[in-house]
């Protein structure tokens, strides 16, 4: 994808500080990041989201997120941490490349990472448990 920034940064057209990379992954800290060390983990290959992504990559990707996140906490000295991934501009999207981000939680920082709790009623829950048990065929 010739206009993606992610995509330049895996080239290499784009310097990125880079931590570790291997044939299928890049992980660089954020250039704009929401604390010390907010670290993203990037595929090599062009995949927008997680609609799209094919399911064994995104699992190697979160298996190199539960192998750095206790690394980074020991190197950093944080106890807390927020594995987000975003998909889609209303889920607040911005690079339409598929990436994990693995932010660092101090006390009294100014991240936010939260939503307003619905009240459902139980057969409102049980509405949606059955439509997607239904559905899934794996
Ligand atoms: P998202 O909003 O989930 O799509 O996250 C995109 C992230 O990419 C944001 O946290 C940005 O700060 C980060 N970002 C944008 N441009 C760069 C860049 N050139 N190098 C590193 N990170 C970047
Ligand atoms: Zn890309």
Redesign the pocket.
Known sequence: MSDC?FCK?INGD?P?ATIYENDEFKA?L????ANKCHV?IIPKKHVENIFSIEPKLAGRLFEFAAKLAPIMKKTFGFDNMNVVQ?NGVIA????NHF?I?LIPRYENDSVNVSWKQLELTDEQIEQTRNALEESINL
Do not use: A, E
């Not at 954020?30 to 990041?33: I, L, T, V």
């Not at 607040?92 to 690079?95: E, L, M, N």
């Open positions: 920034i940064i784009i990125s660089i954020d250039r704009f990041p993203l975003n607040g999207q911005t690079v990436h981000h």
